[in-house]
Nanobody
Framework: VQLQASGGGLVQTGGSLRLSCAAS????????MGWHRQAPGKERELVAY???????NYADSVEGRFTISRDYDKIGVYLQMDSLKPEDTAVYYC???????????????WGQGTLVTVSS
């Protein structure tokens, strides 16, 4: 199963983008779906995730500006990004964590990344 991310691009400060991520096949026992990002010269960081139970968490830096959602039928996860800032510039990766029982959280699927560039 592969994850395909899309929706990145170049936008001005204050603009919006919507990232999408879809799985090429089925994934059983999904624990959580989310987005990470990696800016040049920095480590990859968690942006937002949504658990199978619907709990949502955001990084402090994007709280109130980004909104994560998921499609339960299509195994898709989306990230609506508003009020974008230059510091949001990064490659964004979608992620699905899966596994049940003693294997909870062991399976990690990653998308190929989509570049978001916010100009000042």
């Amino acid at each position: 199963v592969q994850l395909q991310a899309s929706g990145g691009g170049l936008v001005q400060t204050g603009g919006s983008l919507r990232l999408s991520c879809a799985a090429s096949g089925s994934i059983a026992d999904i624990n959580a779906m989310g987005w990470h990002r990696q800016a040049p010269g920095k480590e990859r960081e968690l942006v937002a995730y949504i658990s199978s139970g619907g709990n949502i968490n955001y990084a402090d830096s994007v709280e109130g500006r980004f909104t994560i959602s998921r499609d339960y039928d299509k195994i898709g996860v989306y990230l609506q990004m508003d009020s974008l800032k230059p510091e949001d510039t990064a490659v964004y990766y979608c992620n699905v964590v899966a596994g049940s029982g003693i294997h909870y959280g062991e399976l990690n699927y990653w998308g190929q990344g989509t570049l978001v560039t916010v100009s000042s």
